[in-house]
């Protein structure tokens, strides 16, 4: 088949495929465009990763047609910003770019459209921020009184709840971007289109200067939830910034277990399960783990053992 009318056909093919999607998304009262999300971009990196992003703006203009019919205002936000992913994605294989820079890019993406949508524009989606924090705030007091457990006077709560949700948010919109990257892959696999090679977990090693950053935000949290500020926005930027300087480190400090576990029991599945598991019991543990695991020359040490060890297996 001539290539420009293989190109119509996919695209064509693609299209209609989102405008299904649209159309359940509809019928469903926003199933897929809440929920399911990460679906979105899939046809569009397959069309992207076979074609390029030159030849795959005519699609995007076609599924924003599709989108102004089939879609509500809400979906017309989530079709722009999971199709660019979706663009992006694709053609980072298309021009063969590293595993890593895809990743990255990937959920720095979704993240802003995570941000924009459930923050910036909160009032235009229906959401009410507000709201939310105020039932929070009695869920966790009623939970309190049962327990007949009260919070230092000096904790502010509505402050941490509220700083809780804008992190939720940035979490939820990593793990839409990673979903995103193994959807694809797999897919891409399977209709054999060339993906770079995965690089291993331990080869995901930050610079020095974050470590510092982070435990600079570790500091800032707890200060900033054991003293109340004259300036509530600074106080709120304090926790924020402290809550993801604590998550990045104790990321790290997870990533550091596994390696070790991996070196010393030569366990890997279950271990990862059981290592996240504690690490939401003791965040801050894991986060002083993963602080020493990137300023110090801890990794080098566990990549180092992780070798000397697969050497002895293989001579075994």
Same mark, same amino acid.
């Given at each position: 088949?001539?290539?420009?009318?293989?190109?119509?056909?996919?695209?064509?093919?693609?299209?209609?495929?989102?405008?299904?999607?649209?159309?359940?998304?509809?019928?469903?009262?926003?199933?897929?465009?809440?929920?399911?999300?990460?679906?979105?971009?899939?046809?569009?990196?397959?069309? &992207?990763?076979? $074609?390029?992003?030159?030849?795959?703006?005519? %699609?995007? @203009?076609?599924?924003? #047609? !599709?989108?102004? +019919?089939?879609?509500?205002?809400?979906?017309?936000?989530?079709?722009?910003?999971?199709?660019?992913?979706?663009?992006?994605?694709? &053609?980072?294989? $298309?021009?063969?770019?590293?595993?890593?820079? %895809?990743? @990255?890019?990937?959920? #720095? !993406?979704?993240? +802003?459209?995570?941000?924009?949508?459930?923050?910036?524009?909160?009032?235009?989606?229906?959401?009410?921020?507000?709201?939310?924090?105020?039932?929070?705030?009695?869920?966790?007091?009623?939970?309190?009184?049962?327990?007949?457990?009260? #919070?230092?006077?000096?904790?502010?709560?509505?402050?941490?709840?509220?700083?809780?949700?804008?992190?939720?948010?940035?979490?939820?919109?990593?793990?839409?971007?990673?979903?995103?990257?193994?959807?694809?892959?797999?897919?891409?696999?399977?209709?054999?289109?060339?993906?770079?090679?995965?690089?291993?977990?331990?080869?995901?090693?930050?610079?020095?200067?974050?470590?510092?950053?982070?435990?600079?935000?570790?500091?800032?949290?707890?200060?900033?939830?054991?003293?109340?500020?004259?300036?509530?926005?600074?106080?709120?930027?304090?926790?924020?910034?402290?809550?993801?300087?604590?998550?990045?480190?104790?990321?790290?400090?997870?990533?550091?277990?596994?390696?070790?576990?991996?070196?010393?029991?030569?366990?890997?599945?279950?271990?990862?399960?059981?290592?996240?598991?504690?690490?939401?019991?003791?965040?801050?543990?894991?986060?002083?783990?993963?602080?020493?695991?990137?300023?110090?020359?801890?990794?080098?040490?566990?990549?180092?053992?992780?070798?000397?060890?697969?050497?002895?297996?293989?001579?075994?």
């Amino acid at each position: 088949m001539n290539r420009d009318i293989r190109r119509i056909t996919d695209g064509a093919m693609m299209a209609a495929i989102i405008g299904v999607m649209l159309f359940i998304d509809r019928q469903t009262a926003g199933m897929i465009s809440g929920g399911f999300v990460w679906l979105l971009p899939i046809p569009m990196v397959f069309y &992207s990763a076979k $074609y390029g992003m030159k030849n795959s703006w005519m %699609l995007f @203009i076609a599924v924003l #047609l !599709l989108t102004f +019919v089939l879609g509500t205002p809400q979906t017309w936000f989530y079709m722009v910003s999971e199709m660019l992913i979706g663009i992006l994605y694709g &053609s980072g294989i $298309y021009n063969k770019t590293s595993t890593r820079k %895809l990743v @990255i890019r990937t959920i #720095l !993406l979704a993240v +802003v459209a995570d941000v924009l949508s459930m923050l910036v524009f909160a009032s235009f989606f229906g959401y009410d921020i507000a709201s939310e924090v105020v039932e929070y705030q009695k869920i966790v007091t009623k939970a309190l009184g049962q327990a007949k457990q009260t #919070l230092p006077s000096n904790i502010d709560l509505t402050g941490l709840i509220r700083n809780a949700l804008v992190v939720s948010v940035v979490v939820g919109g990593v793990l839409n971007g990673l979903v995103t990257h193994l959807l694809s892959r797999l897919m891409l696999k399977r209709l054999r289109i060339y993906t770079a090679d995965v690089s291993p977990i331990s080869s995901y090693y930050p610079p020095k200067w974050s470590g510092y950053i982070g435990i600079l935000g570790l500091v800032m949290f707890y200060y900033s939830s054991y003293n109340t500020f004259e300036n509530a926005l600074m106080q709120s930027f304090l926790q924020g910034f402290g809550m993801i300087g604590v998550m990045y480190l104790a990321a790290f400090g997870v990533i550091a277990a596994m390696i070790y576990t991996k070196m010393r029991f030569h366990v890997k599945g279950f271990a990862a399960i059981v290592i996240v598991i504690f690490a939401m019991m003791m965040p801050v543990a894991f986060a002083l783990f993963g602080y020493f695991y990137i300023t110090t020359d801890l990794h080098d040490r566990l990549i180092q053992g992780v070798d000397s060890h697969a050497y002895k297996d293989h001579e075994n």
